[in-house]
């Protein structure tokens, strides 16, 4: 079966600081990585994936993801945080074979002016 | 162009009552699913779908019934509602079909669903 894990509930930076929202995973085969965004009172708005090739993968509004396979990890960051970059942030996975996406629990992003 | 559409957007029933959650899409995507999001356990995938004519159940199907007569719309029924069906549930849908699907899925605003 594959799952998401998203260890930290909340985390809280100062706007200019550098983002961290951490994520492992486990699957079987190859494994699909996204990470979505989602205000408040709104849907999933998806922010960049890893499919294969590079380790860094750059998304939208200036956030990238790290690949790490030998640690099933794929950390979402942003250089420079900001204000608007307050939301839920949720990290999933598909299996290379599998119609099903599986999403971690979610972490709620604070940046503070 | 308006992606995907869920109504109601908010709708509360009692016990017991059954409902019909619209989904719909105009970018003719093959693949449609529905997830419930509940506080604290991300989304759960409930159904999904690959194409017109074909479902399937996902994780946390019990409760909920699915059809997929069209490419655009693909309903969720709760046949007899209960309480610990209260949730917001999302529809999503996104191209491709096969085995190897590596689209991101696009969201509908959600439908807020209570049951007292």
């Known amino acids: 079966a594959q799952s998401v894990a998203q260890p930290e509930d909340q985390v809280n930076v100062a706007e200019g600081n550098p983002l961290t929202v951490k994520c492992t995973y486990s699957?079987?085969?190859?494994?699909?990585l996204f990470w979505y965004v989602q205000y408040p009172n709104r849907g999933l708005q998806f922010l960049l994936k890893?499919?294969?090739?590079?380790?860094l993968v750059k998304g939208s509004y200036g956030f990238e993801a790290e690949f790490n396979k030998s640690q099933t990890s794929f950390h979402l960051k942003k250089p420079s945080a900001l204000v608007s970059d307050s939301a839920l942030y949720f990290c999933?996975?598909?299996?290379?074979?599998?119609?099903?996406?599986?999403f971690g629990a979610g972490t709620t992003v604070t940046v503070r002016a | 162009n308006a992606g995907v559409t869920q109504t109601p957007k908010f709708q509360v029933l009692k016990t017991g009552q059954s409902m019909t959650l619209q989904c719909a899409q105009d970018?003719?995507?093959?693949?449609m699913s529905w997830y419930r999001q509940d506080p604290g356990m991300g989304l759960r995938l409930i159904h999904y779908?690959?194409?017109?004519?074909?479902?399937d159940q996902g994780e946390v199907p019990n409760g909920y019934n699915v059809s997929r007569s069209t490419t655009e719309d693909f309903p969720l029924r709760l046949l007899s509602a209960a309480p610990s069906q209260t949730s917001v549930y999302f529809c999503?849908?996104?191209?491709?079909?096969?085995?190897?699907?590596?689209?991101?899925?696009?969201f509908g605003d959600g439908t807020r669903l209570s049951i007292l």
């Open positions: 999503a849908s996104s191209p491709g079909q096969g085995m190897v699907n590596n689209q991101p899925q696009h």
């Open positions: 699957v079987s085969g190859n494994p699909y």
């Open positions: 890893y499919i294969t090739g590079d380790n």
């Open positions: 999933a996975v598909r299996g290379s074979n599998d119609y099903k996406l599986s």
């Open positions: 970018m003719n995507h093959e693949y």
């Open positions: 779908s690959v194409g017109a004519g074909i479902t």
